[in-house]
């Protein structure tokens, strides 16, 4: 059972259903009743594979998808598009996920989440789109935090690089969390997840389908790497310690530097205060590397109440979104990645 309580079954087509171009996150589960992988036909066969909605609140890829449709409706898509909507029931609820249902960007084949019907479904599409020689894969998402748009890939090798450099110059290479989409379609054709900005945000829906576009006229992704390329590898994910409470604003055990948000994807000098603890001797942060080792004390040091920085780093994704931080985590930890 899902989290609706509902049989989980992949829908498939080969049509847009009536209303899809204009129809908001929160109508698709009325229209489609489950996640639904839909094979339109372009001229050239190869097709492009997009999802969105794995995370269901996090909309510019849908909008982003229905503007490039909407502008193709009249002509023949220079491509093959076969797009995967994700988590319907979530987007109806405007959540991320819901209660009882898995991530579903944490069960793609290749994940270590136990067998259940939302790993076999993602197993189906991947098995579906594999048959169909996929040109690249892209999944379309948004963050919370002040970030700019960036391309993730999860295998450092030339056309994977050029499909997110052909969305920004930033790149972040990761290889966790696993069971993410990306990965499982790396195994297949170039793939990235795309972080498009904050929710809402006009320009991230149109660089997503000014991006769409681009990546559907293209015939081929050049074999070279791209040189003008920051490209970035996380190396570790800090959540806040479970047993502690914190804020922003000193009301609580730890209190976070509300400013670290500004620095995302800026280098942030060894020396530079995190957060102040309170009487605490226990360490406010969990920081693990991608092999899921404890490294807090490779990054932080305290000095008095302070947590200060041990080195310098190149934070991603800090939110100040308290129910974000709690559910997902407080910041990755990136540095330069050197080919
Ligand atoms: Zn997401």
């Given at each position: 059972m899902n989290g609706t309580g509902n049989y989980l079954m992949l829908n498939e087509m080969t049509t847009l259903p009536d209303g899809f171009l204009d129809a908001k996150p929160d109508q698709l589960k009325a229209m489609l009743g489950s996640p639904t992988l839909i094979h339109l036909q372009g001229k050239n066969p190869r097709p492009l594979f997009v999802s969105t909605l794995l995370h269901g609140n996090e909309s510019s890829g849908l909008f982003a998808l229905q503007a490039v449709l909407k502008s193709y409706e009249k002509k023949p898509l220079p491509r093959s598009l076969s797009l995967f909507i994700g988590n319907v029931s979530a987007a109806e609820q405007d959540q991320r996920v819901l209660e009882g249902q898995p991530d579903y960007n944490r069960v793609?084949?290749?994940?270590?989440?136990?067998?259940c019907q939302e790993t076999r479904l993602m197993q189906q599409v991947v098995d579906i789109m594999k048959k169909h020689k996929p040109f690249a894969s892209i999944d379309l998402h948004n963050n919370t935090g002040r970030n700019p748009h960036y391309g993730c890939v999860n295998r450092v090798s030339a056309q994977y690089l050029q499909l997110a450099r052909l969305f920004s110059h930033t790149v972040v290479y990761f290889t966790t969390p696993i069971g993410v989409q990306s990965q499982a379609f790396s195994a297949i054709c170039p793939a990235v997840t795309l972080e498009c900005g904050k929710v809402g945000e006009l320009d991230g829906i149109s660089h997503a389908s000014r991006y769409l576009d681009t990546v559907l006229q293209l015939d081929n992704l050049p074999d070279h790497n791209p040189t003008d390329i920051d490209l970035l590898h996380t190396v570790a994910r800090v959540t806040v310690n479970k047993e502690m409470d914190f804020s922003?604003?000193?009301?609580?055990e730890i209190k976070l530097?509300?400013?670290?948000?500004?620095?995302?994807f800026r280098e942030v000098k060894e020396n530079t205060e995190f957060a102040e603890v309170s009487q605490s001797e226990s360490e406010p942060f969990e920081v693990q590397d991608e092999q899921g080792n404890n490294v807090y004390e490779s990054y932080f040091k305290a000095e008095g109440d302070k947590i200060i920085l041990k080195k310098t780093v190149i934070p991603a994704?800090?939110?100040?979104?308290i129910d974000v931080i709690r559910q997902d985590c407080l910041c990755y930890l990136m540095e330069h990645f050197e080919q």
């Open positions: 793609w084949p290749g994940t270590d989440h136990a067998d922003f604003d000193g009301s609580a530097e509300a400013s670290i948000e500004l620095y995302n994704m800090f939110t100040r979104n």
